[in-house]
């Protein structure tokens, strides 16, 4: 069995308007620690981080403004065919596009309590939104009269309902406009926020890492503990599936280093790793460790 590790790392984070948050801007070399006063926002910090990668849902108390959205942006570097392994194939096909020189930046935004929020890429979009393909979308929304469908090229687009002769479909319109926007000059482009394709959303999430978000201390007793739902259990936990694929040649090299090994798992009581999506190679999904005061750490072979 080939184990592939993964070397995907988070470069850069933006968080906007989430709790006392008002504007964050940082980039994180591969050891990041965030150090600052007491509610200077350094747990904000990774609750946004931790917010993004679970999908999880935004609260009336996350909008610092509720009349603004809230936004998080990361961007990811080190991304190698090994992390796009994890992605099954009909989706790896979709994303590879994106992802530039190892890079992915992906960012979500949230309009309101309850909504796990819109994911989007973040890449070379044209300066003019009308050839954004939200807008392009709005104007071709269905259920709408073939009268009202005619008034939004008109007004939308007035040189693609110039062009078109006849009766105006869709497919004629999605045609004009993706030649419109394959005429486009580079000085035409700015970077900004590209919608991923419909369920993609879903589908890149076995790509990013797996956060495991540990609160500051508050009971020392209980987190030394070493269960896998106490915080010192689960840094063991982590820290023994990094070398749990060794063990079987650790335990030939002497009687009391594989007894000594053997009791520590038990009693910590860790997880067996998630199954190999392959029976020939494993793309290890990285996993990120953050702790108010602490580093975000990807996980290292």
């Known amino acids: 069995m080939i184990i592939l590790w993964s070397t995907m790392r988070l470069e850069h984070i933006t968080i906007d308007n989430f709790r006392g948050l008002s504007h964050v801007d940082m980039s994180f070399s591969r050891f990041g620690c965030l150090i600052g006063e007491n509610n200077a926002g350094k747990s904000s910090v990774f609750q946004a981080l931790n917010m993004f990668l679970r999908s999880s849902s935004a609260l009336d108390t996350d909008f610092l403004n509720p009349a603004q959205p809230i936004r998080i942006e990361l961007t990811f570097a080190g991304i190698s065919s090994a992390d796009l392994q994890r992605l099954e194939e009909s989706h790896r096909s979709r994303i590879e596009?994106?992802?530039?020189?190892?890079?992915?930046?992906?960012?979500?935004?949230?309009?309101?309590?309850?909504?796990?929020?819109?994911?989007?890429?973040?890449?070379?979009?044209?300066?003019?939104?009308?050839?954004?393909?939200?807008?392009?979308?709005?104007?071709?929304?269905?259920?709408?009269?073939?009268?009202?469908?005619?008034?939004?090229v008109r007004h939308t687009y007035p040189e693609i309902f110039a062009?078109?002769?006849?009766?105006?479909?869709?497919?004629a319109v999605r045609r004009e406009w993706s030649e419109c926007v394959a005429t486009l000059g580079r000085d035409?482009?700015?970077?900004?926020?590209?919608?991923?394709?419909?369920?993609?959303?879903?589908?890149?999430?076995?790509?990013?890492?797996?956060?495991?978000?540990?609160?500051a201390v508050k009971e020392l007793n209980d987190d030394l503990k070493t269960g896998s739902t106490a915080t010192f259990g689960r840094l063991l936990s982590i820290l023994f599936e990094d070398i749990e694929h060794q063990l079987p040649q650790l335990e030939g090299t002497g009687s009391t280093d594989s007894n000594r090994t053997r009791d520590t798992a038990s009693s910590a009581d860790f997880r067996s790793p998630p199954p190999s999506p392959s029976a020939h190679s494993t793309s290890t999904r990285p996993r990120s460790i953050a702790t108010p005061g602490s580093a975000y750490l990807p996980k290292r072979p």
């Not at 890449?123 to 939004?152: C, M, Y």
């Not at 062009?163 to 497919?171: C, P, T």
Request: proline residues 10%.
């Open 97 to 152: 596009p994106v992802v530039t020189d190892g890079r992915l930046t992906l960012a979500r935004t949230y309009k309101g309590a309850g909504g796990k929020g819109t994911m989007w890429v973040v890449r070379e979009v044209p300066s003019d939104p009308r050839f954004h393909k939200g807008v392009l979308e709005e104007v071709l929304k269905p259920k709408i009269s073939t009268e009202e469908l005619e008034a939004n």
């Open 163 to 171: 062009e078109l002769s006849g009766k105006i479909s869709r497919a």
């Open 188 to 215: 035409e482009y700015t970077t900004g926020d590209d919608p991923l394709m419909t369920g993609l959303d879903r589908s890149v999430a076995p790509l990013l890492p797996e956060p495991i978000y540990i609160p």
